[in-house]
């Protein structure tokens, strides 16, 4: 009988089930993530992360992210933010500038330190895509929401009742405008000028939050005058800061990650 060692992170709520691929190589990623994900049989997760040792030299590391159903996720904005705090407290680097190789490019992470430990992490969205004719077919848009991609698809709703994405969530990741599915946000506009979001992931269903779904929120509110460019999103597990840069267009995310526990399972 294998055992993996295996640490319990999460980003404002997000969690997800971290293994250093460099010890603990991993089979069946997919099969794997959905059995640990099971919050009644399992570790409890919304998916499981594999940090690895990048295959390029442009990057320091890499990271593949499966969701709770087992499909493969682009990228993650709350798992990159948990991976470069796991990465310098666990000793596997020292530096405070990472970047880290996903699917949908490579993330630079930028370590804001506090006591020696990591407090808040940078994260370098790249730009945003508002048109994207493989996945979003017009001819079928839903219609009452903005389209953006930050490395995988959302779909933004800006409305009164942030409660419907627990019933209109769903049907909107299966529309026929998303052949490959979307990550759904529904947001409410604060007094305070702050993003209220709820979010249906593709593939995980209800999450505390979403990282890449808190940058797509702040450019959809920028991109329809709710918003400036710089917006706090809060989201069901806390609140994050996000800058749409007009340097460079890049979209900034700086938020929390947090280690929950470590442990060991049997394969």
């Given at each position: 009988m294998t055992k993996i060692q295996f640490?319990?992170?999460?980003?404002?709520?997000?969690?997800?089930?971290?293994?250093?691929?460099?010890?603990?190589?991993?089979?069946?990623?997919?099969?794997l993530s959905m059995l640990w994900s099971d919050r009644h049989k399992g570790i409890g997760s919304d998916g499981l992360v594999l940090i690895e040792r990048?295959?390029?030299?442009?990057?320091?590391?890499?990271?593949?992210?499966?969701?709770?159903?087992?499909?493969?996720?682009?990228?993650?904005?709350?798992?990159?933010?948990?991976?470069?705090?796991?990465?310098?407290e666990r000793g596997l680097t020292d530096k405070t500038t990472i970047r880290l190789l996903t699917l949908s490019g490579i993330k630079v992470l930028r370590l804001h330190l506090h006591g020696g430990k990591v407090a808040?992490?940078?994260?370098?969205?790249?730009?945003?895509?508002?048109?994207?004719?493989?996945?979003?077919?017009?001819?079928?848009?839903?219609?009452?929401?903005?389209?953006?991609?930050?490395?995988?698809?959302?779909?933004?709703v800006f409305t009164d009742d942030i409660g419907k994405v627990a019933t209109e969530g769903p049907l909107l990741e299966y529309h026929a405008a998303f052949p490959e599915r979307c990550n759904i946000e529904f947001v409410q506009v604060a007094r305070d000028g702050s993003l209220r979001t709820r979010v249906w992931e593709r593939g995980s269903g209800i999450t505390q939050a979403c990282g890449t779904g808190a940058c797509a929120t702040a450019v959809a509110a920028a991109l329809t005058g709710r918003s400036p460019r710089c917006a706090e999103?809060?989201?069901?597990?806390?609140?994050?800061?996000?800058?749409w840069s007009q340097a460079d267009n890049h979209v900034y995310m700086t938020g929390p990650a947090e280690f929950v526990f470590d442990g060991e399972i049997e394969l």
């Open positions: 640490t319990k992170m999460h980003g404002c709520g997000n969690d997800y089930i971290y293994v250093d691929t460099s010890r603990f190589p991993i089979a069946e990623p997919e099969r990048s295959p390029v030299p442009e990057a320091d590391f890499a990271m593949r992210i499966f969701n709770a159903d087992g499909s493969e996720a682009m990228m993650c904005g709350n798992a990159s933010r948990c991976i470069g705090k796991y990465l310098y808040t992490v940078t994260v370098d969205m790249l730009e945003p895509v508002l048109d994207n004719p493989r996945q979003f077919d017009k001819a079928a848009d839903p219609g009452i929401g903005t389209f953006v991609s930050m490395g995988n698809p959302h779909y933004v999103v809060v989201m069901d597990g806390g609140r994050l800061s996000i800058e």
